[in-house]
């Protein structure tokens, strides 16, 4: 955030009706309305991972609900971020960041959205869930909550170093959930009849790949 405020600074020193403290008032807000959403995307995928060891009805509706904390917090924080270029209209530099942070908050949305998608597929799944399958994406699931809250980090920090190392990590976990895919798809070929219970399988592995494509979309914008 340091060299937010210093961009910041420059931009707006000659604006003699705009004090620093409003400035640091708006990115204090900033950051923490991201963190906010972060954190609560990962509270959402670590509840997954445990209903996807244990099925938990009560469970599965904390993390719909929680999705919808995501979304109102996400759809407020693009708004406020939207009328601090309205009132102060940055340019540059300064311009980027605050428009790229908006973009982040639509990746968390949709991690977000994801999250819940694989939460409510359960419901219907129950504990169908092939074991091994069940014990790969809950371990991946721990993973992306590290892996969500670095590509943020990255980004608050304009941190190139810890974008690439997330983006790597995205991009292996990704390929496992491809290779995941094509294992189970080849497996239903030989089988006579393909249960219902797969079908949701490889909809869930797919929301897990498309987890890691948002957190890449968050990184890539520091690397």
Known sequence: MNILIWLLQ????????????????DLKKLNDDLLKSCRLTQEAISKTSS????????K???????????GALCVAS???????IKQYQPEGSVLTFIS????????LKQIGDLTAGIAESL???????PERYKINISQFAKIFQNIVW??????????AGLAKKTILASLELRKICSRMQDDLMETNKKSETAE???????FVIQSVGDIAAHTVNIAEISA
Not at 78 to 84: A, D, F, P, Q
């Open 10 to 25: 420059k931009h707006w020193m000659d604006m003699r009706d705009i004090s620093i403290m409003d400035i640091e008032r």
């Open 51 to 58: 209903v996807l060891m244990r099925f938990d009805a009560q």
């Open 60 to 70: 599965i509706q904390e993390i719909i609900d929680n999705n919808k904390k995501i």
């Open 78 to 84: 693009g708004e406020y971020l939207t009328n601090i």
């Open 100 to 107: 790229s942070s908006i973009s982040v908050n639509i990746e």
């Open 123 to 129: 419901l219907s799944l129950n504990t169908d869930i």
């Open 150 to 159: 670095d590509s943020v980090i990255s980004f608050l920090k304009q941190d």
């Open 196 to 202: 219902r219970g797969e079908s949701i399988l490889l």
